[in-house]
């Protein structure tokens, strides 16, 4: 682990010990609203039947996580990612199902350790504008694109920010259709979700990701610290359980079970 990982897990931990429980004490947390990325098959997407609500994996897990410690879980789609960070640091939803650790989203929300999984973030380009990537300033004079808001680790953030061109959309096929006809260079994506919605696009035989990866990022659940469900108990039982499951493999098997589910929907 680079020493600037460590650091940064430090201060995630320091942060859980320092934080004051701003739930009442005294209310219970019978079920627990939550939102998450809606553009992130197999992980979470819009169920067709009910847009309001998202399906996946990750629901899927998460309702195994919290079945024992008797809450329900209410997994809505509020919305754009960026909306999903902007109501959890309101304290408008209970728990945010999948997040990459940054400084700004340490400083309202509550992050479960350990990581549900870890995704990879890879460059997407057509096939028949392959160029040479090795390292970040390969992709400097180019331009890319990516969802708005989306964190790919904090180096790689700081970096982008300073040195690269990355434009910030509301939706990814609009990132991959503007690659598409040549507006931009390349997409930023993680490499599971884009596999999959590529083939759900019918642009898989198109796009191909560029090795080697971006970054390699843990993907967490995290407690809004406005969140009446927030408490160190619920977190403590949480992670017992989170812990439990991701050491049986479970999220793969959903993860695969949820991408073939995904891919045969209309």
Not at 144 to 162: M, V
Not at 172 to 197: C, F, H, T
Not at 214 to 231: D, H, M, V, W, Y
């Amino acid at each position: 682990m680079s020493r600037s990982r460590t650091l940064f897990y430090a201060i995630l931990l320091f942060g859980f010990q320092a934080s004051a429980v701003l739930a009442n004490s005294g209310s219970r947390c019978d079920t627990l609203v939550v939102s998450g990325n809606p553009e992130y098959p197999p992980l979470l997407w819009p169920m067709s039947e009910s847009p309001d609500q998202l399906t996946g994996a990750v629901p899927r897990f998460l309702q195994e996580v919290v079945e024992p410690l008797g809450i329900q879980v209410d997994v809505r789609n509020i919305g754009s990612w960026a909306r999903v960070q902007r109501l959890a640091e309101l304290g408008e939803t209970d728990l945010v199902a999948g997040a990459f650790i940054t400084s700004e989203r340490i400083g309202y929300m509550d992050y479960v350790l350990p990581p549900m999984t870890h995704l990879d973030t890879n460059v997407w380009v057509r096939k028949s504008q392959v160029f040479e990537y090795r390292h970040w300033p390969d992709l400097r004079g180019k331009k890319g694109s990516t969802l708005i808001n989306n964190s790919f680790g904090q180096r790689f953030d700081r970096y982008a920010a300073d040195q690269l061109d990355i434009l910030g959309v509301r939706s990814i096929r609009q990132s991959y259709l503007m690659a598409e006809i040549g507006r931009v260079d390349y997409v930023l994506y993680e490499l599971l979700q884009g596999q999959v919605k590529l083939r759900k696009y019918g642009l898989a035989d198109t796009f191909v990701a560029l090795e080697p990866p971006i970054s390699r990022e843990g993907l967490f659940f995290a407690f809004p610290k406005r969140s009446k469900c927030n408490t160190e108990r619920l977190r403590e039982a949480f992670a017992d359980n989170l812990f439990r499951l991701k050491e049986q493999g479970r999220l793969q098997e959903l993860i695969d079970i949820y991408a073939d589910q995904y891919l045969e929907a209309q």
